[in-house]
């Protein structure tokens, strides 16, 4: 149905899919199934900015992922 070039998740990133997590919580728990089903963290779960925690892994076909957790309590207000 395209007319491009498919990329090669070995030499390049095709999209980013982001999944939701409720929870920090939720986020190593998936970061543990990622681990036990083989696939590849190339981020390890850790917060940043002192409200957002997330990792990021491919999948076995090179697909990148994260999974990220926003404290919305923790969020910086403007």
Sequence with gaps: FTQNEIA?????TEVLLNIDAQSRSEVDEMAQKVRNAGGK??????ESQGWMYAFGFEDLDGHRW?????????MPKH
């Design 66 to 74: 994260s999974m990220l957790y926003m404290d919305m309590d923790k």
């Design 41 to 46: 963290i190339y981020a390890h779960p850790g």
């Design 8 to 12: 090669d998740t070995t030499k390049g």
